[in-house]
């Protein structure tokens, strides 16, 4: 036989001033259950950093401004200003990444690759293989798939670096990621190539 399920309404009263929830019931379990909510809601008024406000739309003033600085960053890189480039992709990042954490993640991902990739390719300019290497990585871990530029990226610095081996693998998990990409593969015969001339 099934239980009987029954509503008893309760005498519950809320003190409009402080919040306070009371009762004027005996029942010792809710007296209990309502001192520990009393105490959480003390708790959460306590709090120093306040509660972050609902999910909003995407900031499209920040949006703007991420674009802005991928652009002038673009601008500096054409104009063979690598180091200039290399600041405006750095700004670029922090802004993306200092997003609310109620934005949508891909969102963030999306940005943060296109910026490190770009970021990679001015250290590239620069000979700065460590620093591309790192860049072009980061972009790849936010974006495996659909960036073959960044894994391209890291491929070529690690070669440039004399990492063959490394450069080896990590074009042929590019290549498991993006397919035969044009110039993934093209890497993958000069890296074989030049490990032939120095067996």
Avoid at 95 to 112: H, I, K, N
Wanted: some cysteine.
């Amino acid at each position: 036989m099934e239980e009987l399920e029954t509503f008893t309404q309760l005498p519950i009263h809320m003190d409009p001033a402080s919040k306070a929830i009371s009762t004027t019931s005996s029942s010792r379990a809710l007296n209990e259950e309502l001192a520990t909510l009393n105490q959480l809601h003390k708790a959460l008024l306590a709090l120093e950093s306040p509660v972050p406000p609902p999910p909003v739309p995407v900031n499209q003033k920040r949006s703007a401004q991420i674009t802005k600085l991928r652009e002038s960053g673009n601008g500096e890189f054409r104009k063979g200003k690598h180091q200039d480039a290399i600041r405006y992709y750095g700004l670029g990042l922090q802004m993306a990444l200092s997003r609310p954490l109620w934005e949508p993640s891909g969102l963030v991902r999306d940005e943060v690759a296109g910026l490190y990739a770009n970021r990679a390719q001015a250290h590239m300019a620069l000979q700065n293989w460590v620093e591309g290497a790192v860049d072009a990585e980061a972009s790849v871990e936010a974006k495996k798939a659909g960036n073959a530029k960044a894994w391209w990226r890291k491929g070529k610095c690690l070669m440039e670096m004399g990492r063959m081996e490394e450069a080896k693998d990590w074009v042929g998990r590019g290549l498991e990621m993006e397919g035969n990409e044009a110039d993934l593969v093209g890497l993958s015969k000069e890296i074989t190539e030049k490990m032939k001339k120095k067996a």
